[in-house]
T-cell receptor, first 115, second 107 residues
Framework: GAVVSQHPSWVICKSGTSVKIECRSLDFQATTMFWYRQFPKQSLMLMATSNEGSKATYEQGVEKDKFLINHASLTLSTLTVTSAHPEDSSFYIC???????????FGEGSWLTVV | RKEVEQDPGPFNVPEGATVAFNCTYSNSASQSFFWYRQDCRKEPKLLMSVYSSGNEDGRFTAQLNRASQYISLLIRDSKLSDSATYLCVVLDSTLTFGKGTMLLVSP
């Protein structure tokens, strides 16, 4: 069964609205979760590292005010895409590690389409 | 900038064929290496880790050459169900993904 659960799997939203994606670790506590984005035929690109109880660390070129990350508990991290635009349409995936990196579990991913 | 390079393919092979994927990485300090499989519109799933001594899991063999910063994946006796995109993944401070190599196995 899934070790990391992501919700929703699919979401369509209107341009200008905000969308929240949840990432939950099941059966374990994740002090660190990661958020990735994958455009068609491209590799997964790390957007940010989500740290429980503190601010997320964003990769260069990722707008922290646009992609809000909240990691309020050891089992839940959320990514909110604010004021979404069609170019934000992508596959967003979260991941978590139990043993500091060598075992990575991915969520099922969330397809975001902004119309 | 850390990079992981793969031939995007697609590799079109018949069932039963042997196919090899290659991957190079730029950061010589990278610690761990993996091959992931990603089916269309799905999340990546770990296929196997890659060890310096080389490792085998059934029809899959992975090898690492640290001196050349090169990783390979060999798939023997290809099955239709092997059709997917294979991602080379390197871990240092973060995970860095290659763009993936698409494999299409035909009857």
């Amino acid at each position: 069964g899934a070790v990391v659960s992501q919700h929703p799997s699919w979401v369509i939203c209107k341009s200008g609205t905000s969308v929240k994606i949840e990432c939950r670790s099941l059966d374990f506590q994740a002090t660190t979760m990661f958020w990735y984005r994958q455009f068609p035929k491209q590799s997964l690109m790390l957007m940010a590292t989500s740290n429980e109880g503190s601010k997320a660390t964003y990769e260069q070129g990722v707008e922290k005010d646009k992609f809000l990350i909240n990691h309020a508990s050891l089992t839940l991290s959320t990514l909110t895409v604010t004021s979404a635009h069609p170019e934000d349409s992508s596959f967003y995936i979260c991941s978590a590690s139990i043993d500091s990196g060598n075992t990575i579990y991915f969520g099922e991913g969330s397809w975001l389409t902004v119309v | 900038r850390k990079e992981v390079e793969q031939d995007p393919g697609p590799f079109n092979v018949p069932e039963g064929a042997t196919v090899a994927f290659n991957c190079t990485y730029s950061n010589s300090a990278s610690q761990s290496f993996f091959w992931y499989r990603q089916d269309c519109r799905k999340e990546p799933k770990l296929l196997m880790s890659v060890y310096s001594s080389g490792n085998e899991d059934g029809r899959f063999t992975a090898q690492l050459n640290r001196a050349s910063q090169y990783i390979s994946l060999l798939i023997r006796d290809s099955k239709l169900s092997d059709s997917a995109t294979y991602l080379c993944v390197v871990l240092d401070s973060t995970l860095t993904f290659g763009k993936g190599t698409m494999l299409l196995v035909s009857p």
